[in-house]
């Protein structure tokens, strides 16, 4: 009967430990491909821990009527300490939360500095901004734009700002910050259980495995730039309770923080160095953020698109645009011109003759996170 108490005090330890170190950001953990065996762990959940808790209790009664119950009661406090670590001071839903009051502001009240770096969405005509230094703690925003409900992704370890529809099976569902898998943020919706990847909303275990979620498109830029294009957008402002959160979050956009996960190289094509990536209806290609700022402009093919990357004035706000006619194209004063015409950093056509020019998919991040879940990437 004692080996049922110490197998169970043993099994619930490893147990507890195993479910957190495959979906945290542990030694080798985030480089394995065991989100199958992390989302076993956490489906069969109740069935290990009621298993190994009743092994305890049968084993305990003959444990603490011997000389070891001193040592026998250690390992159970240490059994306790472990359990209550895993689920609340380790859980990632624990550690990061959504805010509690969203606050949105016009220009005139905006509180937040213009020099920050916004993700920014436009949908039936509404324009909001979200401040990275706010959203990369709280990791999902909810939100409703255009008439439409939106949620507002960030994840620092990976540097992705994401927006989709929360739309699963048709209906509008909630989401909670689960872990991550490969350094990005993951998310469990409510009505399945199923884990979505925050870097393109594709649901990698569970029973939607395979499901995408509806991505609204979005631009990574200052928010002084993002109110010159729009200025009508309101601002999301942070919340009182998490100031302190802000504060330590506010060296990450400029690259500046030393933290293992979140830190930037200055070195072009390292694990932790920015690039913007642009993915198109057949393709997608990295350009190196340290290339883009000396160019300003850079045209390429992107699978069968020609494309245009061009970085703004400000050196932090960046734009992607379909060049169909392969046109000789050049950028002054935030101004893109071709021979037969001028258009705004939306594409906008502002003077001369033809269409708009149709925006793609192109996002700021670390270039070990783009390689990762683009795998067939192309390098400019």
């Known amino acids: 009967m004692k080996k049922l108490f110490y197998l169970g005090v043993i099994g619930i330890i490893i147990y507890e430990i195993a479910k957190v170190y495959f979906i945290m950001p542990m030694p080798g953990s985030q480089r394995m491909n065991s989100i199958d065996l992390a989302y076993f762990l956490h489906t069969w959940r109740w069935v290990f821990r009621i298993t190994f808790w009743a092994l305890i ?14 040592p026998a009661g250690l390992l159970l406090l240490v059994a306790f300490g472990v359990t209550y670590a895993a689920n609340y001071e380790m859980a990632a839903d624990t550690m990061f939360y959504q805010p509690g009051t969203l606050l949105m502001q016009n220009a005139a009240a905006n509180k937040v500095s213009a020099d920050r770096l916004v993700i920014g969405a436009v949908v039936n005509g509404e324009a909001k901004a979200y401040p990275i230094q706010f959203i990369g703690y709280h990791h999902q925003v909810r939100d409703s734009l255009g008439g439409k409900p ?3 992704t960030y994840c620092t370890v990976c540097r992705t700002g994401r927006v989709f529809e929360p739309v699963v099976n048709g209906k509008t569902d909630n989401f909670r910050l689960v872990g991550m898998d490969h350094f990005n943020a993951m998310f469990e919706d409510e009505t399945t259980g199923s884990w979505w990847r925050q870097a393109n909303g594709e649901a990698i275990a569970g029973e939607l495995k395979g499901k995408m979620l509806p991505e609204i498109a979005s631009s990574q830029t200052s928010l002084r730039q993002w109110l010159k294009l729009h200025p009508d957008s309101r601002i999301m402002q942070p919340d009182p309770a998490y100031q302190a959160k802000y504060d330590s979050m506010s060296r990450y956009e400029s690259g500046k923080n030393k933290s293992m996960l979140t830190r930037s190289d200055s070195l072009s094509w390292k694990d932790k160095s920015w690039v913007v990536g642009v993915k198109t209806r057949d393709g997608s290609k990295a350009f190196d953020w340290n290339r883009l700022k000396k160019e300003q402009l850079i045209m390429d093919q992107v699978g069968s698109a020609p494309v245009v990357v061009m970085l703004a004035a400000d050196k932090r706000s960046f734009f992607a645009f379909e060049n169909p006619h392969k046109e000789n194209l050049r950028l002054q004063n935030d101004t893109l011109y071709s021979d037969k015409a001028a258009y705004n950093l939306l594409g906008n056509r502002i003077a001369g003759t033809g269409d708009d020019l149709k925006p793609v998919n192109a996002y700021q991040e670390y270039w070990h996170s783009w390689k990762t879940f683009h795998p ?4 400019y």
């Open 57 to 70: 209790l049968v084993g305990s009664v003959a444990v603490f009527k011997t000389k070891m119950k001193c």
């Open 376 to 379: 067939e990437t192309g390098q």
């Open 150 to 152: 939106v949620m507002v």
